[in-house]
């Protein structure tokens, strides 16, 4: 039988890589895969960060042989502009426990031609398409955050296998049970995945505890429940500035 271990995640961007942007109390050296162990944690997902790591990816991939479930960005978060779905099927031929692949923050306000999302409905079918026609088939996820539900995206969910959520702003996971509750009307026989940050990144500054346990709370008894399929943690390159929301989620998924 599965256990709650078993279903959560590590969100993984290469070392250093939050380093000069959010404010952070210092510099982190945490890779991906240490990350992973330090939260104790056995599964990952790789995302590429201002387009790194550059491919071929076999030598981080080797990192995570350990682990027992990978996902890989084939969309990396907004300022990357390469899609690596060759590349992710590549490495699906030779790595067994690379399971999926992660288009992050795929949608956005309407741009001038009235597009909201960076790849089209007729692309991300092409996507899904590849990707279960792999040796192994490959699950296409996607990254979804609580602004996103005021856009028209529910064509583009419907190609994809997995939703992750996310909630940008601590303030507002007040309202994260209304939140997922609507995401649930808008997609209701998708797999979702809540994903929980450890720093607050919309006002860069640290994410409250109470708000930490908050997510986590609700994580864990959706989780039970069935409603969402697991629970990621971001980031692996923060997990070593002694930050207070870091060493208590370590702590709560050795409890749980």
């Known amino acids: 039988m599965p256990t709650v271990r078993d279903k959560l995640w590590i969100w993984g961007h290469e070392a250093g890589s939050h380093n000069d942007e959010w404010d952070l109390p210092g510099p982190s ?46 969309v990396g978060e907004s300022s990357s502009a390469r899609t690596d779905l060759d590349e992710v099927l590549r490495l699906a031929g030779r790595f067994p426990n690379l399971c999926g692949a992660i288009m992050d923050d795929f949608f956005h306000q309407p741009d001038a031609s009235g597009a909201i999302s960076r790849v089209s409905v007729e692309q991300l079918q092409g996507f899904r398409a590849r990707l279960q026609g792999a040796p192994r088939p490959l699950d296409l996820w996607v990254t979804v955050y609580t602004h996103d539900l005021r856009l028209p995206i529910q064509p583009y969910l419907e190609p994809c296998d997995v939703l992750t959520f996310w909630t940008w702003r601590a303030e507002h996971l007040a309202d994260l049970e209304g939140n997922f509750a609507r995401l649930e009307a808008l997609a209701p026989a998708k797999r979702k995945v809540l994903g929980c940050y450890m720093w607050d990144y919309g006002p860069k500054k640290p994410m409250p505890l109470a708000a930490m346990r908050r997510q986590c709370q609700l994580g864990l008894e959706w989780l039970r429940a069935g409603r969402i399929e697991g629970m990621i943690f971001l980031a692996s390159c923060i997990c070593d500035l002694g930050l207070e929301t870091v060493e208590w989620t370590r702590q709560w998924i050795a409890e749980v």
């Open 29 to 74: 050296r945490m890779t991906p895969a240490e990350g992973a162990f330090y939260l104790g944690v056995p599964n990952a997902l790789m995302v590429s960060y201002h387009d790194r790591p550059q491919p071929p990816f076999d030598r981080e991939m080797r990192a995570f042989a350990p682990l027992k479930r990978v996902v890989w960005s084939i």
